[in-house]
């Protein structure tokens, strides 16, 4: 099932057609990120918005059965900032922050959060850093 990560309410009626299909999910992989090249000035706040929205759409049912598992995909971008990648180191950190506070909730939801380093993809075309 394709999903628009750009799209909120797009974001919520996938998880709603997901639910339906095949019932609770009890993973989510949250693997978002966007690399703009752009100034802070010139960014959207999406990027760190959607990490959120995407939890927001299937914690939900995770809290109500008390079982699930969060793992966050979040790239050493989200422990050090990169000159040129303000968008996507800003959203990295805010998924740790947001991965840490789950983590301190006293639930039954397993949270796991992964930093890969430097992974040669089409996103960092063209982006350069000093």
Do not use: W
């Not at 989510?28 to 959207?44: R, Y």
């Not at 793992?71 to 050493?76: A, E, K, L, P």
């Not at 180191?89 to 039954?108: I, Q, W």
């Amino acid at each position: 099932m394709k999903c628009d990560l750009t799209n909120r309410e797009g974001i919520y009626e996938c998880a709603s057609k997901v639910q339906e299909k095949i019932g609770n999910v009890t993973i989510v992989i949250n693997n978002t990120g966007i690399v703009s090249g752009k100034q802070l000035v010139d960014c959207s706040d999406e990027s760190i918005q959607r990490t959120f929205d995407i939890l927001k759409a299937f914690l939900p049912s995770m809290l109500d059965n008390n079982h699930g598992h969060i793992v966050t995909i979040v790239s050493g971008a989200g422990l050090t900032g990169a000159s040129g990648l303000v968008d996507y180191c800003s959203s990295k950190f805010a998924a740790v922050g947001l991965h840490e506070a789950l983590t301190l909730k006293k639930t039954d939801i397993k949270t796991t959060v992964v930093c890969p380093s430097f992974i040669d993809t089409d996103m960092f075309e063209g982006v350069t850093t000093r």
